[in-house]
């Protein structure tokens, strides 16, 4: 094709793609469902992982909880299994012509729990293998699992960071190198990637955990543009980028008190229902709230100096260095207490 009128096409279809997503903020796409479908979801012991099962098994989903720590993750699959039961009950209807009730078969779901740390690749390539075994191929990988240091950097143990990276970043690699040739020969599957705004941009004080997310943000995008490259379009991709998330993981977290009404921590239930609104829609990228979007365009055009001044003002400079001074506390707290 001549490259004058092949630009023109680009062209078209660049403004295209902008009308199909202000279509998508004006006329709420129809979700996709994921009944029957196999969904394994990292670090599902608690906060978000937890929310996610929750979620995929109203959708009767058949879920597999990851978690390096088996008790909570035993929990999760317990309130799993709550959801399903009453899945199980359905409201009895009456049958025309008589007084009897029509009675809608049992859902057959089932969940199942692996202790699995994600951070060591054996030990996540030989739990796949595990789940293809004794559940069958998965549909749907979330990779959730997640953990912060909360060490300035030179006061951080290097085995902290090097853990910070393995588990948000490393992991990802494993669990989808597990699951994506299946995928792949399918052509069908969801891949998502819970990241955080703190991929897109960064503050002080977290260098580790900034780049462990950056690095997630790169793998997924790239993962991305791998299978429309291989034309692997039934393999859907989702990156969440959530702001701050009162899970309690950032605890002591704050940034101006003039602007926090404006800019509170997130909710974990609503965070997980605009991902999960995002997922089975296949949206490529969900930023919660939707203010991050601004932020991550304002930080790519204005010059650093400026970028600066308006972390200055919003108190995002030092929004950490609460957080990181509460876990020095515990930290010294706990050391005293085991008499060390």
């Not at 390096?68 to 317990?78: L, P, V």
Request: include cysteine.
């Amino acid at each position: 094709m001549n490259i004058a009128l092949e630009f023109f096409v680009v062209a078209f279809r660049v403004l295209w793609a902008f009308v199909l997503a202000a279509a998508r903020w004006l006329v709420r796409p129809k979700e996709k469902s994921v009944a029957g479908q196999v969904c394994l979801i990292t670090g599902a012991g608690g906060g978000l992982g937890r929310l996610f099962a929750l979620e995929f098994a109203r959708r009767r989903a058949r879920l597999v909880l990851w978690d390096i720590n088996a008790q909570s993750n035993e929990e999760t699959a317990g309130m799993v299994r709550l959801v399903y039961r009453q899945l199980a009950e359905p409201p009895a209807r009456p049958v025309a012509g008589d007084g009897e009730k029509e009675v809608v078969p049992p859902c057959n779901l089932q969940v199942y729990t692996y202790t699995c740390d994600v951070s060591k690749r054996e030990d996540v390539y030989s739990t796949a293998e595990r789940v293809r075994k004794e559940v069958g191929e998965v549909s749907v990988l979330v990779n959730n699992a997640g953990v912060v240091s909360g060490h300035h950097l030179l006061e951080c143990p290097d085995e902290l960071i090097e853990r910070t990276m393995m588990v948000n970043c490393h992991a990802h690699f494993w669990t989808t190198k597990a699951f994506l040739p299946k995928m792949l020969e399918m052509n069908h599957g969801h891949i998502v990637t819970v990241a955080s705004s703190l991929g897109l941009f960064s503050t002080a004080g977290v260098e580790d955990y900034c780049a462990s997310k950056f690095g997630a943000v790169g793998f997924h995008e790239s993962l991305s543009h791998e299978l429309k490259a291989a034309e692997k379009d039934g393999i859907k991709m989702t990156l969440v980028c959530p702001y701050l998330v009162d899970t309690g993981m950032f605890r002591g977290c704050r940034i101006r008190k003039e602007i926090e009404p404006f800019l509170p921590p997130l909710k974990p239930d609503y965070c997980v229902k605009q991902a999960m609104r995002a997922i089975l829609t296949d949206q490529p990228m969900i930023c919660t709230p939707r203010l991050m979007y601004i932020v991550t365009f304002m930080k790519s055009i204005l010059p650093f100096e400026a970028v600066v001044c308006m972390y200055r003002f919003l108190g995002a400079d030092k929004c950490m260095y609460p957080f990181i001074a509460q876990r020095k506390q515990a930290t010294n707290n706990n050391e005293a207490k085991n008499g060390i």
